[in-house]
């Protein structure tokens, strides 16, 4: 019994030995690769290349502020809409309370209603374009673009 | 050229680019041209491609130069950018390679090898390495890329060096079992190396 023990541990670690044999082997041809010497015109093509890239005016960075600023503004005004929308459709909860937290609903508007109410609407979207239109002109600037 | 003469030559050149020295960066290029050559050789195996992949990786480490930060050498930073920079590549582009299985190791007895047959065998070897899944070649390739040293390797591929260790170890087993001949080549390397005069007699 002590006898097959012992053999097959002999066994095992011969096994283990030829597998070290071999995994030295397999290390020695792979540690033993011959140089590459670089191509003459290697270093004058790269160096073509990083010339051209430096020529090339920076591109224009995100940006990420203003883009930020804009998503939460969005998503802020998303909200606001679908909480309106849903707001007649949740009888069970408190109204007065949802109308603490919300902006004025647009029954407290009635005095502005007709044609100053339109009017409003209008000279509001001429300022976010005009907005944009800076923006975009800064953004422009600032990327050597104007 | 030791180490630190190095280390400091990248450092001004690196200021001095980021200062606005273009020309600087040839210094860089001239330094570190054939290591990146040579390593981007051993993940592909095809020279003119190597050239085209090292000059990719100076590229990117021409627009990331600002990216550097000083904790770690210029030399890490470098290969860890080539690294990914290759894995990429070949990604987009596999190299040509044969399926494990299919890697032949080249027939004949071990005491009739010719210089041209082990030549052939080693060639063989090292062609299977591309052969290997990706988890295992690529620290194959990095580790004797950089003569052996694990945390160099390691820290290549941003891995821990245990898990380098464990894949490299598994590669070995991987290779090892498609050549089941290098266990008498070993053999008969290690008798010449004891007995060389018996061996050029045989």
């Known amino acids: 019994m002590n006898w097959t023990k012992t053999i097959r541990s002999e066994e095992n670690g011969a096994g283990a030995d030829r597998n070290a044999r071999m995994e030295a082997e397999i290390g020695r041809i792979l540690a033993t690769e011959e140089k590459l010497i670089p191509s003459s015109g290697f270093m004058a093509s790269v160096m073509e290349q990083v010339r051209q890239e430096a020529a090339l005016p920076r591109p224009i960075s995100f940006p990420w502020t203003w883009a930020v600023a804009g998503i939460l503004l969005a998503g802020g005004v998303f909200g606001w809409g679908v909480f309106e929308i849903l707001r007649p459709e949740l009888p069970a909860l408190d109204i007065l309370a949802l109308r603490a937290l919300t902006l004025p609903s647009p029954q407290a508007w009635v005095p502005l209603a007709g044609p100053v109410e339109e009017v409003g609407w209008v000279a509001m979207a001429l300022v976010i374009s005009l907005l944009c239109w800076l923006l975009s002109r800064r953004l422009a600037g600032s990327g050597g673009l104007l | ?202």
């Open chain 2, 1 to 202: 050229m030791n180490a630190t003469t190095s280390a400091e030559e990248d450092l001004a050149a690196v200021e001095q680019v980021l200062a606005g020295d273009v020309e600087a960066f040839e210094g860089i290029v001239r330094r570190w041209q054939s290591p990146l050559i040579n390593m981007a050789w051993r993940y592909c195996r095809d020279r003119s491609r190597a050239e085209e992949m090292a000059q990719e990786a100076f590229i990117r480490a021409w627009r990331g130069l600002s990216r550097w930060r000083r904790e770690s050498s210029f030399s890490t930073w470098l290969f860890a950018l080539a690294a990914n920079v290759y894995r990429s590549e070949l990604k987009r582009f596999p190299a040509q390679t044969l399926p494990l299985e299919s890697a032949h190791e080249p027939s004949g007895a071990a005491s009739q090898l010719s210089e041209l047959e082990e030549r052939r065998r080693q060639e063989a070897l090292r062609r299977a390495v591309l052969a290997l899944p990706l988890r295992y070649r690529e620290p194959v390739i990095l580790y004797y890329f950089h003569e052996m040293d694990l945390a160099a390797a390691a820290s290549a591929m941003s891995l821990p060096q245990g898990t380098m260790k464990a894949r490299l170890s598994r590669a070995r087993a991987l290779l090892r079992r498609r050549f089941p001949q290098l266990e008498e080549e070993s053999a008969v390397v290690e008798l010449t190396a004891l007995n060389p005069g018996k061996e050029a007699a045989n």
